[in-house]
């Protein structure tokens, strides 16, 4: 109940600065405006700015709404890049899917040329609003992580290698690889950001590194999961995708069984990786959250 108010709280700031940094659907050209909104605004959990701002308050040693204001733009345009890449996700020629969050997929509302525009657009936007941030040495070291973690090095590689590997027998750590990339990136980037204003030292920051690399990698293996089994109201999209574009997945190579042991090590060890860290109560409950999900 304490998480969930939390994360209530820390949302509506969140919807609210979007709402803030996002240009309103009257501004011209009107269509793409409108289509960028209809996408960051069309639900979602928010998990990447959520964790941002919880590990912020964690390493600053207090929970001030007033305070958070200083990484609202991180916030913003990490959620921007991750709403780029759904909207990218879902077009015909990637994995085909007409129905995100509840409601029809962008391309499916705009179409696909104002569907790959808008992605473009928040991606564009996402780094325009980190560059807001006062302390300029603070937005320029995060616009550093972020391109990273947005690249081929990070995101799109990963999305990159999944697509070559689909109707491949790919190996295991080759599986592994793509998910650190595809999901593991950006979470490990809102880690690091948060780290960067808050002063954070190298060893902290490296323990939350790795703590970001095995929650995005728990999440996936849990989605996929998900998404074996048909479970459309978890994952906020149509299931089935990932058998329909022939992808490789942690239960086509280990089996359901299999792969809920492999998520659930990925939690624990994510727990003991921060456990020495002070304050992490609202950490251990992120990851609760997370574990609630398998099935």
Avoid: W
């Avoid at 759904?86 to 104002?114: E, Y």
């Avoid at 790959?116 to 550093?144: N, Q, V």
Wanted: proline share 3%.
């Amino acid at each position: 109940m304490i998480l969930e108010r939390y994360f209530d709280s820390r949302k509506k700031l969140i919807e609210k600065a979007l709402n803030k940094y996002l240009s309103p659907k009257s501004k011209y050209p009107q269509k793409i405006h409108e289509a960028m909104r209809y996408s960051i605004f069309a639900g979602g959990k928010r998990l990447r700015p959520l964790l941002l701002i919880a590990t912020y308050e964690m390493l600053i040693k207090r929970r001030d709404t007033r305070r958070i204001q200083k990484i609202m733009p991180l916030a913003c345009a990490i959620e921007m890049i991750h709403t780029a890449s759904l909207i990218h996700d879902d077009l015909p020629f990637m994995d085909d899917a007409n129905v995100r969050r509840g409601k029809p997929s962008c391309h499916k509302k705009f179409g696909n040329a104002i569907a790959i525009l808008a992605g473009d657009a928040l991606i564009t936007k996402s780094f325009e609003t980190i560059l807001k941030m006062k302390k300029r040495k603070h937005s320029l070291d995060c616009l550093e992580i972020l391109l990273q973690s947005a690249s081929t090095r990070g995101m799109i590689g990963g999305q990159v290698v999944e697509l070559l590997s689909t109707k491949r027998r790919v190996k295991l750590h080759v599986l592994r690889d793509i998910h650190l990339k595809k999901t593991g990136a950006l979470l490990r980037a809102a880690e690091e950001m948060a780290c960067v204003v808050a002063n954070a030292n190298e060893q902290t920051t490296s323990a939350l590194s790795d703590f970001a690399l095995n929650v995005g990698l728990a999440y996936q293996v849990i989605d996929d999961i998900l998404d074996e089994i048909g479970a459309d109201d978890l994952l906020e999209k149509e299931t089935g995708e990932d058998s329909k574009n022939n992808r490789v997945t942690y239960p086509v190579l280990l089996g359901i069984e299999e792969s809920k042991k492999q998520a659930l090590k990925l939690i624990h060890d994510a727990r003991n990786i921060i456990k020495y860290i002070p304050n992490n109560s609202m950490l251990l409950n992120f990851l609760d959250t997370i574990q609630d999900r398998v099935p």
